[in-house]
């Protein structure tokens, strides 16, 4: 663990990322470290929730606030705290919870059960923008998800790996770029 941190720190600042776009990505959203308003809320609500978990929740709301999304797909083992992190996101979104393990992600057509842990598909407002989606976020893809991960980053779509977290975007007329965070 300690390998792998060390391994990622020259490639954790962002300075090989010459899309300005997926720059301001990764420190506006992925990496934002301003605490929002819920975070407190959190803990008091859900004392039990692992640090992994709250990292997740953590994520999960600053991208449904920055996308406002009409929908979100939870595929896998979804937390209360998951789902109130992307209600308090984006408070109109549509979220449906599949208790089927397996995820499909049809534009690249990728189909593969999730091992443990949780997906879960943003979708936009208008499906002219993007063909598809527009984020997926995938947990345990160090471990449980490794394989669907794997099949994730050879597809043509923007990928960061946050050590166990992955997080797939998808944006028109792009080139596919993979990000080590």
Same mark, same amino acid.
């Given at each position: 663990?300690?390998k792998d941190r060390i391994k990622r720190w020259w490639q954790g600042h962002g300075f090989g990322i010459e899309s300005?776009?997926? #720059?301001? =990505? /990764?420190?506006?959203?992925?990496?934002?470290?301003?605490?929002?308003?819920?975070?407190? @809320?959190?803990?008091?609500?859900?004392?039990?929730?692992?640090?992994?978990?709250?990292?997740?929740?953590?994520?999960?709301?600053?991208?449904?606030?920055?996308?406002?999304?009409?929908?979100?797909?939870?595929?896998?083992?979804?937390?209360?705290?998951?789902?109130?992190?992307?209600?308090?996101?984006?408070?109109?979104?549509?979220?449906?919870?599949?208790?089927?393990?397996? #995820?499909? =992600? /049809?534009?690249?057509?990728?189909?593969?059960?999730?091992?443990?842990?949780?997906?879960? @598909?943003?979708?936009p407002h208008s499906m002219d923008e993007v063909k598809d989606c527009v984020a997926i976020v995938l947990s345990h893809?160090?471990?449980?998800?490794?394989?669907?991960?794997?099949?994730?980053?050879?597809?043509?779509?923007?990928?960061?790996?946050?050590?166990?977290?992955?997080?797939?975007?998808?944006?028109?007329?792009?080139?596919?770029?993979?990000?080590?965070?």
């Amino acid at each position: 663990m300690l390998k792998d941190r060390i391994k990622r720190w020259w490639q954790g600042h962002g300075f090989g990322i010459e899309s300005k776009t997926d #720059f301001n =990505f /990764l420190h506006e959203i992925l990496k934002e470290n301003t605490p929002y308003y819920a975070y407190e @809320e959190w803990k008091e609500l859900f004392p039990d929730a692992s640090a992994e978990e709250m990292e997740l929740a953590k994520l999960l709301m600053r991208l449904c606030n920055s996308i406002q999304p009409a929908s979100v797909h939870i595929y896998g083992n979804a937390s209360p705290l998951t789902k109130k992190a992307l209600k308090d996101g984006c408070k109109n979104v549509k979220t449906t919870h599949h208790s089927s393990p397996f #995820f499909r =992600f /049809l534009t690249v057509n990728i189909r593969s059960k999730i091992e443990h842990g949780t997906a879960v @598909e943003i979708l936009p407002h208008s499906m002219d923008e993007v063909k598809d989606c527009v984020a997926i976020v995938l947990s345990h893809i160090n471990s449980h998800n490794s394989s669907l991960w794997k099949a994730m980053v050879k597809a043509p779509i923007i990928t960061y790996d946050m050590r166990d977290i992955g997080v797939a975007v998808m944006r028109k007329g792009r080139f596919p770029e993979h990000y080590n965070i």
